[in-house]
C-alpha cells in the first residue's frame, strides 16, 4: 500500500561525513601499515572524527543522538531474545546489537590513536608490548568490520532496504509497522 511506506530522514550530514571519512582514513591505514607520517595523521583523523561524533551524540539531530540509540543491557537482552523467535527491530536508528557495534568500533579507533601516538612518544619509543597492543587492536578492528559488513548487507536484506545507501542520502523507508513503534518510543 502507498501509506504503508514512507521515506523519512534517519542519519543527518554530519554522521554521513563522518561514517565514509571513517571509511577512508581506517582502510587507508590498515592498506598501508608503514607507520609512517600519513598514517600517523590519518589516524589522528580516524580519531577527531569520533571524538567529534562522540559530542554529536549528545547535540545532533534525532537518530544521531546517543539516548536514540544505545541500549540499556535490559533492551540489549529483550531484542536478542525477540530475534531467536524471529521478531525483528522496527525503529529507523540502530538497533541494540548494531548500537553495540558502532560504540565498539569507535573504541577501537580511539585505542589505535592513543597507542600509536604513546608508541611514537620519547618515553615509550619501542615499547614492545605497545606495538603489540596496536597490532592486537588493528587486528580486532578487521574482524568486527567484517562482521559489521556482513550485518549490513544481511540486516538490509532481511528489512527489504538498502541500509548502505541510507548511510549514503540518509533517508530509510519506514514501514506502517515502524511508524507505530517510532511513536510509541
Ligand atoms: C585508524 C587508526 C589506525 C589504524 C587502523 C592503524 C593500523 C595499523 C596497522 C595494521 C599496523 C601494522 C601492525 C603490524 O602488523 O605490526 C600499524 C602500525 C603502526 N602504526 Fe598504526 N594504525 C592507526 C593509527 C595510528 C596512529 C595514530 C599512530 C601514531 C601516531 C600509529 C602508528 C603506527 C606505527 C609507528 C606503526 C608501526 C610499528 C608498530 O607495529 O607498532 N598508528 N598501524
Ligand atoms: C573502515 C570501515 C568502517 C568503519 C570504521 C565503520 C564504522 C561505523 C560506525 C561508527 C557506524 C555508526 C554511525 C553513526 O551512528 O554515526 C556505522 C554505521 C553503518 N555502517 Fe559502517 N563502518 C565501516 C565500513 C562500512 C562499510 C564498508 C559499509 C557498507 C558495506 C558500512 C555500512 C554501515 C551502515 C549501513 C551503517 C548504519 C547501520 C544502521 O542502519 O543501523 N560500514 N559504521
Request: with cysteine; glycine share 10%; aromatic share 10%.
Amino acid at each position: 500500500m502507498a501509506n504503508d511506506i514512507n521515506k523519512i530522514k534517519v542519519w543527518d550530514g554530519f554522521v554521513r561525513l563522518f561514517h565514509w571519512s571513517l571509511v577512508i582514513c581506517v582502510v587507508a591505514n590498515l592498506l598501508n601499515e608503514a607507520g609512517d607520517a600519513p598514517h600517523r595523521y590519518l589516524g589522528y583523523v580516524a580519531a577527531t572524527l569520533v571524538v567529534c561524533r562522540i559530542v554529536w551524540g549528545f547535540t545532533g539531530s534525532r537518530h544521531a543522538r546517543f539516548n536514540d540509540w544505545v541500549p540499556s543491557p535490559r533492551t540489549l537482552w529483550h531484542y536478542l531474545q525477540n530475534l531467536r523467535r524471529g521478531v525483528h527491530w522496527h525503529k529507523p536508528g540502530h538497533n541494540p546489537a548494531a548500537a553495540v557495534m558502532m560504540l565498539a568500533l569507535m573504541l577501537v579507533v580511539l585505542g589505535l590513536a592513543g597507542s600509536g601516538w604513546l608508541a611514537s612518544t620519547d618515553r615509550f619509543f619501542g615499547e614492545e608490548w605497545l606495538e603489540e597492543l596496536h597490532e592486537a587492536l588493528a587486528g580486532g578492528l578487521q574482524l568486527m568490520l567484517m562482521l559489521h559488513v556482513f550485518a549490513a548487507i544481511t540486516e538490509s536484506w532481511q528489512q527489504g532496504q538498502n541500509l548502505i545507501l541510507s548511510m549514503l542520502t540518509g533517508y530509510k523507508q519506514q514501514t506502517g509497522k515502524q511508524q507505530d513503534a517510532d511513536i510509541t518510543g
